[in-house]
C-alpha cells in the first residue's frame, strides 16, 4: 500500500497564490463585465529588455549548429554567468564572493523551498511573521512543525513583524538553528540596514546558526546606505547563504533563471561533533536533483549585466517603483497607514481593524482591484494588504482611481 507524506495534511488546502488566483477567476466568470486590474502576485508584466531577448536569441541560435550547440550545461551553472554575477553584484560592493561560491538555478523559490533538505529535521527554526510562504510550506511539507493550531504551526519559532518593531524581527528569545530573511522584505516591504544585519550575523555566529538570506527584491533599493546583500557584513560568510533572482530585477519571472551563494566557510554540524561544508552539500544536492538552466536563458542572463542591460533594468526597475510611489500617495491621500514601496515593490497597508480577506474582498467587489490579504502571509498580516507595483502605469493609476471611489 502505497502511503502518503502525511505531513502535506498539516499544509492549508492550496498556496496563497493559487487561492486567490480561483477567487479573482470566479469573480471574473460572474462579472465578465469588469476589467479587473491584478496587483496581488508580484509578476512582472513588462517585456524582457532588449539586450536580453538579443542574447536569448543568440543563444538559441547556438542551439540551431552543431559546432556551437550544448547539451547537459554544469549543474552549478555556467561559468560565463556565474563570473559576471561574482564581479557585478558582490566584488563590485566589496563582497567577497568568488564564481565558484554561485549556484545558477531556476528561481529563488525553488532553491529557498529547497534549502531545508540539508538540514536535520529537529533544528529550531526561527521565521519572520508575516512571511513568504514558501519557507514555512516546505519545512511543514519536511515534517518540521506540528499542528497547526490558531494560525501558527507547533515548533516554529514565529518572528513577529509589527508596526511597534517597525515590521522588522527582532532576535528570537529562545536559541534557534535556521533563520529565514529576507530584505527587501516580502511581503512588508521594510528594509533592514547594516546595524540591523549585524545583529543578525552576530547572532548566528554565536548560536552556530546558519542565516537563509533571501535578496530577490535587492534591485529596488534606492537608498544607498541600506546594504544589498548580507556579504556587505563581516562576517556572514560563515554564517549566510543567499538567495537571489532575475525575475523582477530583469523580468524573468516567466523566463526562470536566479542564484543562490553558498560561501566555502558556511558550515553544518554533525552529531559525531563534526562539521561539513555546506557548500559541498548543496553542491551534491544539485548535482544530483538538478541539470542546470537552460543554455539559452542563461545567456540571457549574462546579458543582464552588459552596460546596455544594466541600463535597461535600471529603467525597468525603477518603472516599478514609480508606480509604487503612486500607490503609496493614494494610499496615504485615503488615510490608510502604510510602509514599504520606498525600496520595495510591494506597500504594506494597515486595513484599519478590517479582516484582510474581507478588505481583499472589498477591493476585488468594489474595484475590481486584486491585492494580496496579509493573513495569507501569516497571523500578524492579518489587519493589511500588500498591493504590489506590478502592472503597466496605467494600469496602476487606474486601479489607484478606482480605490480612491471605493474607499472614500
Ligand atoms: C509574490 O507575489 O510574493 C511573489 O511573486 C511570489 C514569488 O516570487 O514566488
Redesign the pocket.
Known sequence: MIRANENYRKLKASYL?SDIARRVDRFQKEHPDIRVIRL????VTRALPPAVVTAFHKGVDDMAEDATFRGYGPEQGYLFLREKIAAHDFQARGADIAADEIFVSDG??CDTGNFQELFAKDIRIAIPDPV?P?YLDTNVMAGRTGKFVEGRYENIVYLDCVKENRFLPRLPETPVDLIYLCFPN??TGTCATKKELTQWVAYARQNKALILFDA?YESFIRDDALPRTIYEIEGAREVAVEFR?F??TAGF?GTRCGFTVVPKECRVFLSNGESASLHGLWNRRQSTKFNGVSYPVQKAAEAVYTSEGQAQIRELVAGYLENADIIRKTMADLGFDHVGGDNSPYIWVDGQGRDSWEFFDLLLHNAGVVC?PGGGFGRCGNPYIRI?AFNSRSNVMEAMDRLKEALK
Open positions: 497564490f496581488g502576485i508580484g509578476d529563488a523559490k513568504y514558501v516580502n511581503p530577490a533572482s525575475s523582477k519571472t494580496t504590489s
